[in-house]
């Protein structure tokens, strides 16, 4: 299972720091992700990290602003928002697969509000 927190209602240029935690059998080639999907649009990518990597892939809309980061100890990943802008708003929805921007096991979802 996973379970994303951390949602809430913040400022434009504020910041909110996004948490998933996973149970059950964790690999450490399962990758875990961040998708978000805002009214009347698709979902979309917006981080990956592995479990037994550093490196981290972000959509072009967030780098240089958000971090995807993960504590293998707890089975925990975090997406640190940063400089958070109106078009950030969303449900943000945590996710496990095996590849990057790809998920087959999904979280159910935080709301992330940013006011201008």
């Known amino acids: 299972q996973l379970q994303a927190s951390g949602g809430g209602l913040v400022q434009a240029g504020g910041s909110l720091r996004l948490s998933c935690a996973a149970s059950g059998r964790i690999f450490s080639s399962h990758v875990m992700s961040w998708f978000r999907q805002a009214p009347g649009k698709e979902r979309e990518f917006v981080a990956s990290i592995r479990w037994s990597s550093t490196r981290t892939y972000y959509a072009d809309s967030v780098k240089g602003r958000f971090t995807i980061s993960r504590d293998n100890a707890k089975n925990t990943v975090y997406l640190q928002m940063n400089n958070l802008k109106a078009e950030d708003t969303a449900v943000y929805y945590c996710?496990?697969?095996?590849?990057?921007?790809?998920?087959?096991?999904w979280g159910q979802g935080t709301q992330v509000t940013v006011s201008s």
């Open positions: 996710g496990q697969g095996t590849n990057i921007a790809e998920a087959t096991k």
